[in-house]
């Protein structure tokens, strides 16, 4: 695990940076402030920038955390009953910019058309009626390890994690590729285009605003889903593992793929695969203040289930998509600087 705990000196630099950051804009999504935060984030302390530097290029870690950031749980308020709530007037305002800017060292931040209406950060809390649902805002059953977004082309290099409030020490768990034994496992063969990788459930057209009154964007949005809806009916084969076949990337999510039909081969390997996975993966517990980078080539995560409260002390977390990739994903969004996937 890559680790940094921020000094009182950190602090005390931080602290009129974000203030003014934070004076300047009224919410975390204004994209005058999601376009500067590349350039203000040269502002951050030196050991900070350099600490998110060797984890971007050096990959020393599958798991990057970074502890000290202050959070006042009164200042904070209760958590939301549901993300719609959280946009404007958020009384973490000042930690977001903390976030984006940590998060604009390592890439472009961006966000989906398909989730929290198009929102660039995203509030994970507990919601009622989505307890037993595999997406993030369920809580009485585990959320299973995955690549984030492992069905799309355009998934992000990394996903962040800010931890507001976790009374319950709720962990979340994580595998890094690089403590598998992958000598031991049929490597070739999940290099192989021969796995079928369903959507996501919080990529559901019921988890979106049916109409954003833009018609370009809608048009963009219909299709998004119309597309994502094709994926389900005919599933594109896709390998499990690229990159370097001596220390590989992965993408996968057991949960959401369909084995039906798949060489006999490719389903053993798949299976060692996701056997040595559950043996290797370990539980991290996020503290208030803790910001956790998670590259999602180099690493599996998921979250233990906890019981929800709904009395406004539940676990409530930010999380970011990076990409060091943006114009990867040009055709899906409708402008070079519009940092929305449709």
Same mark, same amino acid.
């Given at each position: 695990?890559? +680790? ?18 934070? +004076? ?10 999601? #376009? ?13 920038? +350099?600490?998110?530097?060797?984890? %971007? ?15 006042? $749980? ?5 958590? &939301? ?9 958020? @009384?973490?305002?000042?930690?977001? /910019? ?27 809390? @507990? ?6 649902? $595999? ?11 995955? =690549? ?10 990394? /996903? ?11 962990? =979340? ?19 192989? @285009? ?7 459930? *919080? ?31 005919? &599933? ?23 084995? +039906?039909?798949?060489?006999?081969? *490719? ?12 043996? %290797? =993966? ?8 803790? /910001? /956790? ?19 406004? *002390? ?14 990867? *994903? %040009? ?7 519009? #940092?929305?996937?449709?």
């Amino acid at each position: 695990m890559h +680790e940094l705990t921020l000094t009182p000196q950190d602090r005390a630099q931080l602290a009129p940076l974000l203030a003014e950051i934070a +004076e300047a804009y009224d919410t975390i999504e204004d994209t005058g402030l999601i #376009r500067r935060a590349r350039v203000l984030a040269r502002s951050l302390p030196t050991p900070l920038v +350099e600490f998110l530097e060797e984890f %971007r290029l050096g990959e020393p870690s599958a798991l990057c955390v970074l502890s000290g950031l202050a959070m006042d $749980e009164e200042l904070l308020g209760p958590t &939301p009953e549901h993300w719609r709530d959280s946009q404007y007037g958020s @009384p973490a305002f000042t930690q977001e /910019v903390f976030f984006l800017l940590c998060a604009s060292v390592l890439g472009d931040v961006f966000g989906w058309a398909t989730q929290q209406d198009g929102r660039i950060m995203h509030d994970v809390l @507990p919601i009622k009626g989505h307890e037993n649902y $595999e997406i993030g805002s369920n809580s009485l059953q585990h959320l299973s390890w995955h =690549t984030e977004d492992a069905f799309h082309p355009c998934r992000g290099d990394y /996903v962040a994690l800010m931890c507001l409030k976790n009374p319950d020490a709720v962990e =979340t768990t994580v595998c890094d590729a690089g403590d598998l034994d992958w000598s031991s496992l049929d490597v070739a063969a999940l290099f192989e @285009p021969e796995f079928t990788q369903m959507p996501d459930n *919080s990529h559901q057209p019921q988890n979106a605003r049916r109409s954003t009154g833009d018609p370009v964007v809608d048009r963009l949005r219909i299709r998004s889903f119309e597309l994502i809806q094709s994926w389900n009916d005919d &599933p594109v084969k896709r390998p499990i593992l690229f990159g370097d076949s001596l220390d590989p990337y992965m993408a996968l999510d057991p949960y959401h793929m369909k084995t +039906e039909g798949w060489p006999d081969r *490719s389903l053993r390997a798949f299976e060692a695969l996701c056997a040595q996975i559950e043996a %290797r =993966t370990r539980s991290v517990s996020l503290r208030p203040g803790d /910001v /956790v980078f998670i590259d999602n080539f180099r690493a599996v995560h998921g979250r233990k289930s906890f019981r929800p409260r709904y009395d406004g *002390s539940d676990r409530w977390l930010k999380r970011l998509n990076i990409t060091r990739n943006l114009r990867g *994903s %040009r055709g899906w969004r409708p402008a070079a600087d519009h #940092r929305v996937i449709y």
